[in-house]
């Protein structure tokens, strides 16, 4: 339902500084926009009268001509409310209400062309959207963006939670400080060093007035990922795009527009991790068909090569070249993970669990030294080793129910992926394959580009949609964190565009606290692959040597805590099939936990110290709970009074055992059962990095 | 047969400055290889002990490392003299002679890393080849190449015939000057300014003591195109890379080479045009089953467009977006020359006068805006336009015996074309195409890189491959220009890469003398689709007012000529066939010229003046010949002695009229015949800009 609240006339706004002023549904949120005496464009917002954004430029400079930075004129205002509720094909929720207010401002530039810019705003009771737009209009056809003059000038010195701005990763640690102290020239780079004041969205910021505030974009298409550049004294945060191979930002053609830049604002945590701000921003799936989309846990051969148990590569020859090199005749090094007799392994380990399907990393030839040489033919994507049976295990995966889960590393290559694609997809058709994980590690070719700019941008988006096309599903990995677009590309199950667990394997690790923040921050965006589920935390009894001083940071508790906290429709039992065999009693609540949702319920939050989660599962009087804290041990006390009134649950309660401890004791865990109702209040006992995950299950009928 | 003939050993050779000479299997060519005192390899050249090369250093220079430029020792010299004949698939000549003296000189980094280079020399007795090659070796694997230090320092201030060192464009009339006076300032681009001094290769030579000397390279794989930067006080030539879009030249994989840096050398220009050292040069061809690969005449839905009678786009829409337009609802514009019937025309007419093919260009959606946007989705190569029935056109062109040629303009958007190759070429093979033409119009995607670079070096290879494994002929327009591949992959008929007669059409068009340097140049490195035999030499009388002033800047028994002169296994009857039925005396030649050749005669050549070959047509007793001139009218005096001795021969003259020329009279054209024998001698009168066309049928039997 959209209805047109006012027009005002052309000539009436004119005027520059003409302030125009929108409210929030339920007037939560105020916007004033309007024109600073250079004729640059200007909005601000408040949140229940307290400011959220100062008064703060827009704007977009373009290439070769003037852009839309100043001297601009309003040539029209239109306003709408808009108010609905629709249906995700999956989620947490089964509804999303859909409810703004609208501002379309029309600017204008001086000069005979009169080439016109709009500014989309759309206010909720949860946030601001708003993004660029160039209608057709016979003046500017092709253009090319070389930056924006966004800002989002806040109003004090807010805590944040940020990560540099590399443009080619997302894969760091956070970094709690006050936007003055922002500073990242002593972080170590993942992938390109970023200017020391530049982060990366979404960007958590809370105020010392009791507001938290999440900075990111929605329905990034066919443009550069945004990054913040922090202005220390003044606190002010300016757009920055991330760059193509030029130095230009954007190659466009109108119509066209940019992605939304949202703000997401309220008075609590959870509120921020309860917006569906960003997924109403994106568009709604064109597909009619969406039976062979299937929220899904899978198992993998995987973890075994993190923790040094095998190796992706089959042999430990180097410097070899894919088109030369004669597969068949390398000599194995003995200890290759995705060979047929491991990889059936997994396969009896997942039928035997419930679990849909089995990853296979290193499966096809080119691991030998696919990393870091920005070489361009890596992997063809359709060449086993010697040693994966590619029909035989289409076979048995088969028989056993089993589904296995392809995997298209292009070490940054995309060029060699995109021309290769539609034979990597033809193999996969023809193997039996319906989802695949991608993944780009290392420097990306077309050299120049990066991870987060447009072309790559354009990839992410048409590999979606050509998954689509063939029904496949897919998990990205290295990719531009999500920004909604989930909600458009439901087969785009999940992403991993940040900092996963698998960091625990090889390097200092994740802090405790990592977990508290990822919600408010990558997650913000879109379902992380997080590849939660680690039982043996200690890594050193895989291999003792290589593995040495390496461990996971948080309790095996805190693992199943995951399964809730950090919200993705595909959910990996990371571990190896032997370390969940130790431990069947926790590995029951992997079993059992859902990875599709008819209601979420954010009962407890604060960014970087603790959450607790409640999800009933799709289509079934079934809840899920999880709760995480920090370094810090906690008591949790948790309401149940989001279950039906009246209505007897058996308890599950996967916690910490006494005197557990990430570092120094962490797979200690209890469990108990109880039978509990609405008005049950549980105490859950979480860890120093600890947490605790509890199933509900109705007790006979109800 | 190679034959070792020595090795010297290593400690012997360690001193710098001692010199190695190589003598050609004649010993006409001398080379002498050394190290300067700095330790930079050097080099010169002599051909009957007069110079060719001044002492020029070697080198390659390498990011992040010493490269290999100074500071070298010789570690090893190997010695070995090869000499054997082998059959081109199609070709100028049936057998071709490969017998050089090679000289393979070893040089290692000081240090410990003990890293290596080696330098190949080829010696000829009608020039030079060498390259750089790094062999496997420990502490040499990934690398990238920066610049090279390779000179070819010339003893005097030769007169060169030159096109600008544009990255992306070699479509430029020909400079001829001193060397000292090289300079493109005032030349406009035709795509990226070059630096003044910068030229192309093959670069022509002409001595003032009498040699001709030509500059090029043989077997561009995987490495950036050869500039030259001439320094007009010293004579010297320096190597330019193309860069790629980070500023390197190649990203490189030992074991890994250059290409062949060719200089062919002789005391006559005939002897220039009749080397085989670039063929020779290049790897043989993998093919086994070469029958589908067809030397073939076509007309084609193209040159009508260039003269202004219709056009590639089939409605005067703009700024179209390829995904979001409903081509069906296109407005046509009435004059979209592939059309189903147009198109049976030329498939007619192409039955009737048994030409192989018919390219049409203009078929598929996309040319309403296709050029000068720097655009990514322009084409999608599978879409034809409503007005264009792809099945119909399969099964008319079937039923006459004629095959259609598909057509790929890219808009230089490689990106897009690579990731849509597989289904295009699945496209074609449904629908019966066996051969299609590439274009490369315009700026390249990915963004930064250029024609000339190593990425789309490694493109043009890429897709001589994959139309090789699908028995698909290839003719590529705007790609680099050749370098012998065609020897590697015979489904490569042709290339455009040069100034073709199309600039007639729309520009100053093309100087008189353009073909006679033509095959001094651009053609050293393979055959050209120059797309010759226009009839109809003023344009303005196909479209009075956009044609205005322009012509062929040749007369019309000169374009019957150039099907001689102008060697390509692939060559269009360019005009329209209404153009074609106004004169079909002189269409005679183009129906019987052949385009697979036994045997080839350079009988009179200088470059930018004159050119006279014959060539005898593949499996037959018939020859061919052509004589072209330049501006200055000219008779030339041919003796036909390269005829079997004892068989007559009708020949059949086609030659300027009295009174023609190609400014002003130049569709008057003269066709008589004669019985020759190898006694007779022809005496052909050139026009201004003029040319002669013989055709040698035997008299009875022989």
Redesign the interface.
Known sequence: MTRSLLTLAAALLALPGLAQRLHSPSHKLALQFGLSPAGEPTYQLSYDNRPVLRPSRLGVAMQGQAGFVQGLTVVRVDSTEHDDTWAPVWGEVKQIRNHYKELLVTLQQPGTEQRQVQLRFRLFDDGLGFRYEWP?QPNL??FTVTGEQTEFNLPADHKAFWIPGDYDSNEYAYTTSRLSQVNSASITPIQEKSAPQRVQTPLMLKTDNGLYVNIHEAALVNYPAMMLNVNPQTFGLAAQLVP???GAAA?L??PEHTPWRTVVVADNAPAILASKLILNLNEPSQLTETSWIRPQKFVGVWWEMHVNRSSWNYSDA??L?LADTDWQALKPNGHHGANTQNVKRYIDFAAQNSLQSVLVEGWNVGWE?WHG????EVFDFVTPYPDFDVAELQQYAASKGVKLIMHHETSGSV?NY??R???ALDFMQAHGYDAVKTGYVGRII????HHDGQ?MV?HYN?TAQNMAQRRIMVDMHESVRPTGLHRTYPNWLAAEAARGNEFNAWSEGNPPEHETILPFTRLMGGPMDYTPGIFRIKLESWNPERNKGRQVHTTLAKQLALYVTMYSPLQMAADLPEAYEQHPDAFQFIKDVAVDWDDTRILQAEPGEYLTIARQAKGKNEWYLGAITDENARQQTVKLDFLPAGQKYLATIYADAKGASWDKNPEAYQIRKQTVDSKTTLKLQLAPGGGAAVSLKPVGAR
Not at 373 to 376: D, P, R, T, V
């Open positions: 057709r056809q092709y193509s191979a030029t190659y053609q109108a180097s410097n070249k030294d040489n920005w070489k361009e060029t995109e021309r694609q539609d034979r077309p050299r120049g580009e072309w354009n048409r």
